[in-house]
Protein backbone atom coordinates (compact mmCIF):
# COMPACT_ATOMS: atom_id res chain seq x y z
CA UNK A 1 0.00 0.00 0.00
CA UNK A 2 1.69 3.24 -1.05
CA UNK A 3 0.06 6.78 0.08
CA UNK A 4 1.15 9.15 -2.91
CA UNK A 5 0.25 12.30 -4.75
CA UNK A 6 -2.87 12.02 -7.28
CA UNK A 7 -1.64 11.62 -11.01
CA UNK A 8 -4.56 13.25 -13.44
CA UNK A 9 -5.18 9.63 -14.67
CA UNK A 10 -6.22 8.66 -11.29
CA UNK A 11 -9.02 10.33 -11.69
CA UNK A 12 -11.45 7.74 -13.27
CA UNK A 13 -11.14 5.51 -10.56
CA UNK A 14 -11.26 8.13 -7.95
CA UNK A 15 -14.48 9.12 -9.55
CA UNK A 16 -15.60 5.01 -9.20
CA UNK A 17 -14.98 5.15 -5.42
CA UNK A 18 -16.89 8.31 -4.96
CA UNK A 19 -19.75 7.14 -6.93
CA UNK A 20 -19.85 3.90 -4.48
CA UNK A 21 -19.47 6.09 -1.76
CA UNK A 22 -22.33 9.04 -1.69
CA UNK A 23 -25.28 9.72 -2.50
CA UNK A 24 -24.48 12.92 -4.61
CA UNK A 25 -20.67 12.30 -5.88
CA UNK A 26 -18.55 14.82 -7.09
CA UNK A 27 -17.98 15.30 -10.81
CA UNK A 28 -14.88 14.95 -12.93
CA UNK A 29 -14.80 18.61 -13.50
CA UNK A 30 -15.26 18.70 -9.55
CA UNK A 31 -11.95 16.68 -9.15
CA UNK A 32 -9.85 18.12 -11.66
CA UNK A 33 -10.51 22.01 -9.92
CA UNK A 34 -9.11 20.66 -7.12
CA UNK A 35 -6.59 18.71 -8.71
CA UNK A 36 -5.56 21.62 -10.77
CA UNK A 37 -5.89 24.27 -7.57
CA UNK A 38 -2.51 24.99 -5.90
CA UNK A 39 -4.13 25.26 -2.14
CA UNK A 40 -5.40 21.54 -2.57
CA UNK A 41 -3.84 18.59 -1.40
CA UNK A 42 -5.15 15.40 -3.33
CA UNK A 43 -3.58 11.66 -2.26
CA UNK A 44 -4.79 8.39 -2.99
CA UNK A 45 -3.72 5.14 -1.68
CA UNK A 46 -2.49 2.39 -4.12
CA UNK A 47 -2.37 -1.26 -3.86
CA UNK A 48 -1.24 -3.86 -6.37
CA UNK A 49 -1.64 -0.68 -9.07
CA UNK A 50 -4.87 -0.03 -8.06
CA UNK A 51 -6.53 3.09 -6.63
CA UNK A 52 -8.53 1.99 -3.42
CA UNK A 53 -9.07 5.47 -1.73
CA UNK A 54 -8.55 9.09 -1.75
CA UNK A 55 -8.44 12.63 0.38
CA UNK A 56 -9.04 16.40 -0.43
CA UNK A 57 -7.58 18.74 1.71
CA UNK A 58 -7.64 22.68 1.07
CA UNK A 59 -5.12 25.17 2.70
CA UNK A 60 -6.34 28.76 3.14
CA UNK A 61 -3.74 30.75 4.66
CA UNK A 62 -2.99 29.04 7.97
CA UNK A 63 -6.37 26.73 8.16
CA UNK A 64 -7.26 23.68 5.80
CA UNK A 65 -10.72 21.55 5.49
CA UNK A 66 -11.05 18.06 4.13
CA UNK A 67 -13.09 18.37 1.08
CA UNK A 68 -13.16 14.46 0.51
CA UNK A 69 -12.52 10.89 2.18
CA UNK A 70 -13.64 8.01 0.74
CA UNK A 71 -12.03 3.96 0.57
CA UNK A 72 -13.28 1.77 -1.87
CA UNK A 73 -15.73 -0.72 -0.80
CA UNK A 74 -13.98 -3.90 -0.53
CA UNK A 75 -10.80 -2.40 1.29
CA UNK A 76 -12.88 -0.42 4.13
CA UNK A 77 -12.32 -1.18 8.17
CA UNK A 78 -8.57 -2.14 6.91
CA UNK A 79 -7.24 1.44 8.42
CA UNK A 80 -6.91 2.99 4.99
CA UNK A 81 -9.38 6.05 5.89
CA UNK A 82 -6.82 6.39 9.07
CA UNK A 83 -4.10 6.55 7.40
CA UNK A 84 -4.72 8.70 4.83
CA UNK A 85 -6.26 11.37 7.15
CA UNK A 86 -3.00 10.86 9.19
CA UNK A 87 -0.93 11.47 6.09
CA UNK A 88 -2.82 14.84 5.24
CA UNK A 89 -2.81 16.50 8.49
CA UNK A 90 1.44 15.50 8.65
CA UNK A 91 1.40 17.30 5.47
CA UNK A 92 -0.69 20.10 6.51
CA UNK A 93 1.22 20.47 9.73
CA UNK A 94 4.61 20.85 7.87
CA UNK A 95 2.70 23.65 6.11
CA UNK A 96 2.31 25.69 9.29
CA UNK A 97 -1.74 24.90 9.18
CA UNK A 98 -2.57 25.62 12.58
CA UNK A 99 -6.39 24.34 12.31
CA UNK A 100 -8.10 21.82 9.96
CA UNK A 101 -12.01 21.35 9.52
CA UNK A 102 -14.43 18.98 8.14
CA UNK A 103 -18.06 18.17 7.39
CA UNK A 104 -19.65 14.79 8.54
CA UNK A 105 -23.44 13.54 8.35
CA UNK A 106 -24.51 13.57 11.73
CA UNK A 107 -25.52 9.81 11.09
CA UNK A 108 -22.05 8.35 10.09
CA UNK A 109 -20.95 7.21 13.22
CA UNK A 110 -18.16 5.30 12.15
CA UNK A 111 -16.82 8.42 10.10
CA UNK A 112 -17.03 10.31 13.41
CA UNK A 113 -15.33 7.97 15.46
CA UNK A 114 -12.22 7.91 12.92
CA UNK A 115 -12.19 11.51 12.98
CA UNK A 116 -12.50 11.25 16.69
CA UNK A 117 -9.69 8.71 16.86
CA UNK A 118 -7.31 10.67 14.90
CA UNK A 119 -7.68 13.95 16.95
CA UNK A 120 -11.15 16.31 15.79
CA UNK A 121 -13.08 17.42 17.70
CA UNK A 122 -17.09 18.19 17.53
CA UNK A 123 -17.26 22.06 16.72
CA UNK A 124 -21.06 22.59 15.54
CA UNK A 125 -23.56 21.82 13.52
CA UNK A 126 -24.75 22.73 9.88
CA UNK A 127 -28.28 22.31 9.96
CA UNK A 128 -29.37 20.62 6.66
CA UNK A 129 -25.84 20.83 5.44
CA UNK A 130 -26.36 17.57 3.08
CA UNK A 131 -29.43 16.81 0.85
CA UNK A 132 -30.78 13.24 -0.61
CA UNK A 133 -31.04 12.29 2.15
CA UNK A 134 -31.52 15.94 3.88
CA UNK A 135 -29.46 15.66 6.88
CA UNK A 136 -27.24 17.96 9.11
CA UNK A 137 -23.56 18.27 9.22
CA UNK A 138 -21.44 17.90 12.41
CA UNK A 139 -18.45 20.12 11.98
CA UNK A 140 -15.19 18.49 13.38
CA UNK A 141 -12.09 20.71 14.22
CA UNK A 142 -8.39 19.57 14.86
CA UNK A 143 -5.58 22.14 15.76
CA UNK A 144 -2.65 20.80 14.41
CA UNK A 145 0.12 23.58 15.37
CA UNK A 146 -0.46 26.46 18.20
Not at 28 to 53: A, H, L, M, R, T
Not at 55 to 66: G, M, P, Q, T, V
Request: aromatic content about 10%; hydrophobic content about 45%.
Amino acid sequence: MIIRDLNLCDIWQVLEIAKDSFSIPWSKESFIKEYKNPQSIFKVVEFNDEIIGYIIAKKILDEAEILSIAVKQSFRRKGIAEALLKEILSTLKKEAVKVCYLEVRISNFSAINLYKKVGFKECGIRKNYYISPLEDALLMKIVLNN
